[in-house]
């Protein structure tokens, strides 16, 4: 007696959303597929048919009410994305170095001078041409919750007005993403010597202490020894993200951005404070 074999009831329901300050990140958003009949001549042939339907790409399907919707990427639907959502240079925040290396990332251990489960990622999805290393910072729970990107050397001038026109090109932008950017800057105080003469005709020096500007003729040199120092801060409630301006030992400035996620940290401090 022939035999008809039907496989059915496959059904999904997968919803997710993220938010930044452009509204640019993924949104899914209450995506359905209905029941599929598959009918077969014999068992070998139902589940292959099955298998193949379950390992193809994502394609159209039409509904009962005639709406057709597309599937997403089953791999781009992450646990971790849809709960801390998108992170820069392409990666998610939440996730482990293994998701992040499943993503073709290279990953090497870096220095933990000041954080845990540092990694120096390389082959980024969304990598950036004005940046030389960008180092992933997991923490001991492994779950990816600070960024840090260090720009490209710039063999710059006394006034470091290289570096300066990158700081204020990221700046306009970091401003346009995340919002409240507030501007920091120490500056270096020198003493000037000023003569002034009072009204019976005698001279006299005074001396007081000047705040130098930013761009001054001395500007690279504060930077570099640490008298003088300029960075901006960024946030819209779920990231946030600080850029400096640095010079190393050699005279060479580059820029820095360092974002972190407010809710993973927040997370975390909640789990130390429940185990004290």
């Known amino acids: 007696m022939k035999k008809i074999f039907y496989l059915c009831g496959l059904s999904a329901l997968i919803s ?12 899914y958003q209450d995506l359905l597929v209905t029941d ?18 379950l390992d193809s790409k994502p394609k159209l399907l039409k509904l009962k009410n005639n709406k057709v919707v597309k599937l997403p990427n089953r791999e781009a639907l992450t646990d971790t994305q849809s ?6 240079f392409g990666l998610i925040w939440g996730s482990s170095t293994k998701e992040i ?5 290279t990953l090497t251990r870096a220095g933990e001078k000041d954080y845990m489960n540092n990694y120096s990622a390389q082959n980024l999805p969304n990598g950036l041409h004005d940046f030389r290393n960008v180092v ?7 779950s990816l919750w600070r960024i840090i990107a260090y720009g490209n050397f710039i063999q710059d001038d006394p006034e470091a007005s290289g570096v300066m026109t990158m700081y204020r090109q990221y700046y306009k932008l970091l401003s346009q993403k995340y919002g409240n950017a507030q501007e920091f800057y120490t500056p270096n105080v020198i003493n000037v010597d000023t003569t002034i003469t009072d009204s019976r ?4 020096t005074v001396t007081e202490q000047k705040e130098q500007a930013i761009g001054n003729p001395n500007f690279l040199s504060e930077l570099q020894n640490g008298t003088a120092e300029l960075y901006a801060t960024f946030e819209n409630g779920t990231i946030g993200a600080a850029l400096g301006v640095n010079v190393d030992s050699n005279g060479q400035s580059y820029i820095t ?6 809710k993973l940290m927040k997370e975390r401090d909640n789990e130390t404070l429940n185990a004290l």
């Open 136 to 142: 992933l910072t997991f923490g001991v729970n492994n």
């Open 257 to 262: 951005i360092d974002y972190k996620n407010l």
């Open 83 to 88: 709960e801390y959502g998108s992170a820069p």
């Open 16 to 27: 997710a959303s993220a938010q930044a300050q452009n509204n640019t990140d993924n949104f």
């Open 201 to 204: 005709g005698k001279t006299q």
């Open 36 to 53: 599929e009949v598959i009918a077969a001549e014999n068992k070998d042939i139902a589940i292959e048919n099955a298998r193949k339907m």
């Open 101 to 105: 290396e499943n993503l073709g990332v």
